[in-house]
């Protein structure tokens, strides 16, 4: 979980901290000072909420470098490092992309692509992944990860986290301008937005923020069945992709920063909040699939 708890915080961090920052800008005091300006308040929460999302994907790539460890291959130093930037430059020229940066980091079975631009992103693989499969089948992994960036995955949801950030902070602000009016019912002595506005707010940013991540997520996993299916037409087959999966189900995948939730390589994580379907359904969605 703790791969869903870092890019979920994150985001909605970002979200809390633009949204104190308008506070003490004097903002929520124009959007009440003549009762709530619903017009002017959606296009704040817009702004907020747009801004929230992508500050997260800009900082996704240096911030997978720094957490997870990634030792970006400039030069290969051995076989399997010239062998990993090889696939990822032959998948990246059949995708039609910029060559991604390509890295290795320590840790159980697992990878990753994250980056703002699908011409300018990170693919990175485990040395777990690396020691755990056979090549074929982390070749499958690695045409996945492509396939994500190919297929603009980073960007589609960032857009999608957007439109939740700006829902959650519109609803946050209504409710939150309707707890301070009941709290100030009988005090006329006070203009503009109370503590009970400012508290309310905050807490229902993050409180709608997780109830959003469930939107978020639900989304991650019809992206991954497409990245199963953009793996195997890299390859030309689907037999390397299935036997990835059916390896991963056996395996326990290492955690991820959540900014990469959408990206990375995992099992069952959970339901409503799992960023990636069961394996037998990735499976069974690769069989039938054209």
Do not use: C
Request: proline fraction near 3%; charge should be positive.
């Amino acid at each position: 979980m703790k791969r869903i708890a870092l890019f979920l915080l994150t985001n909605i961090a970002v979200v809390v901290v633009l949204g104190i920052v308008a506070n003490l800008l004097g903002v929520n005091r124009y959007l009440t000072a003549n009762g709530l300006n619903l017009g002017a308040l959606l296009g704040f929460a817009f702004v907020i909420g747009m801004g929230g999302a992508f500050i997260s994907l800009l900082i996704s790539k240096p911030m997978a470098k720094m957490s997870m460890g990634v030792k970006i291959i400039n030069q290969p130093a051995s076989a399997d490092e010239a062998w990993i930037v090889d696939t990822v430059r032959r998948f990246s020229e059949k995708a039609g992309i910029n060559m991604p940066e390509v890295g290795i980091y320590q840790g159980e079975p697992n990878a990753f692509a994250t980056g703002a631009f699908k011409n300018s992103a990170l693919v990175a693989v485990s040395t777990g992944l690396l020691q755990g499969m056979t090549r074929e089948e982390v070749e499958a992994v690695i045409g996945h990860e492509v396939a994500h960036v190919a297929n603009g995955d980073m960007v589609t949801m960032a857009l999608i986290q957007g439109v939740m950030n700006t829902f959650v902070v519109f609803l946050s602000r209504v409710i939150g301008y309707a707890v301070d009016s009941f709290l100030r019912r009988n005090d006329d002595s006070s203009s503009g937005p109370g503590i009970g506005y400012m508290i309310s707010t905050v807490v229902l940013d993050i409180v709608f923020g997780l109830l959003a991540s469930i939107i978020v997520a639900w989304f991650s996993r019809q992206r991954e069945f497409r990245a199963d299916a953009g793996s195997a037409q890299l390859m030309g087959r689907k037999q390397p992709m299935m036997n990835a999966l059916y390896r991963l189900g056996g395996m326990h995948p290492g955690a991820l920063p959540q900014n990469m939730q959408a990206m990375g390589i995992t099992g069952n994580i959970g339901k409503l909040f799992s960023s990636h379907p069961p394996i037998e359904e990735r499976v069974a969605a690769l069989q039938n699939s054209q």
